[in-house]
């Protein structure tokens, strides 16, 4: 008798042992490596997830596209078959059109602005609007604002810019916008930009100078030209069926962790843009302060038809939010 239940009662610790010990394992996939404004989110994110939940939850981060490009990584996350993404806005708009509006050059005044924008009503609705795809957005990250490289010639007014052929994102605004500049677009995946630098696919490149450093752009682009012409967000993904799983209290975790990340995320963009024109000019890149006024000059054809898409009440409404 003492036997049988000295025998349950191990049994019953080896269950409760497997109970407490029991993790779901869960991955995130970022398009860029691991030293980079991704890369500072998504670890962090993935320690808040693990400690938060008491380690019942660990996220592992794929870094440089290893799951796929973000395009990829956005339907894989549609089809449940991986958890999580960090993504630029390039490819958003394929799955939710309204996010398109944030894609308009010159819209924000600055960081603050867009954040600002972001985390209120208006980019707070724009997430609401992932979940009738499958997808459960944790929260709007950053790129920061994007500036042109090539290796032609350096450019100094939008006239530069006729002829160029320029890697953009997969985002019919962005291309639209270049087109008006007289840019040659050609969208293809982040995954494969550097190699179409070196091999001169394309001529140039425009994205942050978080993405330009991370990407080490220097060592096969020879002009910067800060033109700031478009902000870029970024967001945190998930498929909602795996969201809709949690518990009450760790769909709250998952949200925390994923607005500490954010803030790292954000702190990292700071800090590149606060050192990143020293930093590329010490690897050799020329670069060129221009007149953004000109370049928006340039852009009024395509505000028309901004305009006209999007309705000029809710632009507008992004432009003066304060």
Known sequence: MKLTKLLLAFAGAALFSTQVGAQTQMRINI???????????????????????????????????????????????????????????????????????????????DKAHARAVLDGPIGQDLLAKFETKGIKALGWA????????????????????????????????????????????????????????????VDGQENPLSVITAAKFEQVQKHLSLTGHVYSPAVILMSKAAFDKLSADDKKHFMDAATEGIKANRARVDDDDAKGVADLKSKGMQVVEVDKSKFQAALTPVFAEFNKQFGQANIDKIRNFK
């Open 31 to 109: 398009s860029i490596g691991q030293n980079s404004h991704y890369g500072v989110a998504v670890d962090t994110f993935a320690r808040e997830v693990e400690k938060r939940t008491a380690g019942r939850y660990k996220v592992q981060a794929f870094y440089a596209g290893a799951l796929g490009a973000e395009r990829e990584s956005i339907e894989a996350i549609q089809l449940g078959t991986h958890e999580l993404t960090m993504t630029s806005s390039g490819p958003v708009p394929n799955f939710v059109p309204e996010t398109r509006i944030l894609d308009i050059p010159f819209l924000f005044r």
């Open 142 to 201: 950053e790129n920061g604002f994007r500036h042109m490289t090539n290796n032609k010639r350096p450019v100094n007014a939008p006239d530069d810019l006729k002829g160029l052929k320029m890697r953009t994102m997969e985002n019919p605004v962005h291309i639209a916008a270049y087109k008006g500049f007289g840019i040659v677009p050609t969208p293809m995946a982040f995954t494969e930009v550097f190699t179409a630098l070196q091999q001169g696919t």
